[in-house]
């Protein structure tokens, strides 16, 4: 990555990470209901594959875990915060919720709830693309736990059969939900799962943006060069529990702490300091401009915004029912 | 109209969709190069290629994953599942998936696939391979399910499902697959709301979908010839959603009803209907509906168990003599 690309980069982590922060602020205040998952720790993951990647061009899917991805891939920070809030005017018309973050023109194909349910509906969209003979690829994020599923398998089997331009990223966070790899998995480094099918795999540290994204180049461009699916695992740890209501009493704050030393945002920051591309005021000043921005605007935006009517509670159910196709009731045909 | 069976109708209707959009795709166990169970695709791998019908692992709950996905940037996929006891498998994505990505995200994002499953129960398959599961699948917000009883319905109700927008559950039978009827020799579609009236009759009117619509024509035949009732059959091609005119309708000429359902009693097409006529016409009632419906019990293997566990016509027929009091 250029020097000016990482100083943008930063830039964005640091309104990930304070985006997330100020949703658990919210969450508190019961401004947003439901299950909430945050991100903060896994922030060069998302940033790291999405750089090598085309944002708004290529298809991008992923699990409960969204509102940064939806973000990095384009989504308004307005619209998701009012998402959240369950607003008209949230990224899906408050119908989503954190869960369900969605935005098809920047191409965020959604945010699921069902764990792995995304592998085989990323490995569709990438038949899709094969159809259609464009150079998108589908990038599928799910979490280690994802990789006890069926359809994890049977999606690589296909994939890796079809040769579809897929690229699987297993953010290894250590925990499904609150049990250890070690206590639910038989094989801690998920890509040697993956080898099974045939697929390219490789491992790297997840934490570090640099690295990652050296990692990710090589993935997208062997699937953007047509030689079928990928998989990238980045070893990671989420510094939150799985959702607000996880205490963290799984594991030891010693544990935590060691996460800690190796932020992700603080090692770019550093690096950046060290090259001496950046100061430390630059980036508290950065810091306060985000918080600032999320104050001023995201909040206020989805404090302001109105409910959705109720008069619309079955609205977007049926796509059929609002253009009255022939072939729905044979009348105007 | 060409006299044409079950599945030639499915075949023609796949292959005319097929011919017209280069994203209509069929996917599925054995559709291809085996060229279908039923032969519902027969043909369709040598003239379109593999890329556009496609021979799938068995992996239902992957491959109707995949091709919901596929749904979602514009490819229309008819997806194959062999029996509709396998559809267990592929529920978690047709019902969290595709039935719910339209509304969950706001209107952004639609599925529109098409599911077809043989269904029901056909000779001594045994209790994993019998299953009639219409009830499961009617209870679900965002998905539609048509059950087509000859091949006009057949043809009309594919080519209506590959059409719409919405995901599309179509509910065939696996003993349904040769029989004959007319199809329109030009192009059809068949409305995917609604219920048609099989026969019309004014003293009772009996309820069925798929191969119930046949026992309750056998028995409407009967009842007219030996005991001078005239029952009206309607046709519930739609399961969801459920024609609360038509059954109004039907039931406010002739006071009686009776639902006729392959299915086991306990939730089901009889009871949604039953349930219907209450709300709507409680008061047009000279007596309380009844259903006819299969036992509840894992279907058995053998011969007789399995003829006592599945109604017939002449069920249908005792059911109407006994609401008329001459039984």
Redesign the interface.
Known sequence: MKTEDKKRVLREMVLHRRFEERCYQAYIERKIGGFLHLYPGQEACCNGVMEAARPGHD?V?TGYRDHVHAIKCGADPKEVMAELYGKET????????SM?I????KRF??G???VG?P??????????????GGDEI?ICFLGDAANNQ??FH??L??AA??KLPVLFVCENNLYGIGTSIERSTAVIHQHKRVAAYNIPAAECDGQDIDIVYEHARKAVDHVRGGNGPYFLELMTYRYRGHSMSDSRGYRSREEEEIWKQRDPIFLLRDRLIASGDLTMEAFEAIEKETDAYIENEVIRFAEESPEPRVEDLD??????RE?Q???????A? | MANIMYWEAIQRAHDEEMARDPLVICMGEDIGVAGGTYKATKGLYEKYGPLRVMDTPISEGGFTGLGIGASFLGVRPVIEIMSVNFAWLAMDQMFNSAAKVRYMSGGQLTAPCVFRSAGGAAHQLGAQHSARMEKVFMGIAGLRVVTPSNPKQAYGLLKSAIRSDDPVFINEHELMYNMKGEVPDSEYFHPLEGSDIARAGTDVTLFGYNISVHWCLKAAEILDKQYGISAEVVDLYSLAPLDREGIRKSVSKTHRAVIAEEDEAPVGVGSEVIAIINEECFFELDAAPVRVHSALVPQPYNHTLEKAAIPDHEDVVKAVLKMFGKV
């Open positions: 298809y899917i949230g990224s899906s018309k408050g119908r989503g919720g369900h969605f935005d098809a023109g194909m959604g699921y709830a069902l349910g592998f085989p509906l990323a490995a569709g969209m990438a038949k899709a693309i094969q159809l259609k589908a069926g359809v049977e999606t089997n296909m059969l079809w609205k977007y159910v049926f796509a059929d253009t196709r022939p072939w729905l009731t044979g009348k045909a």
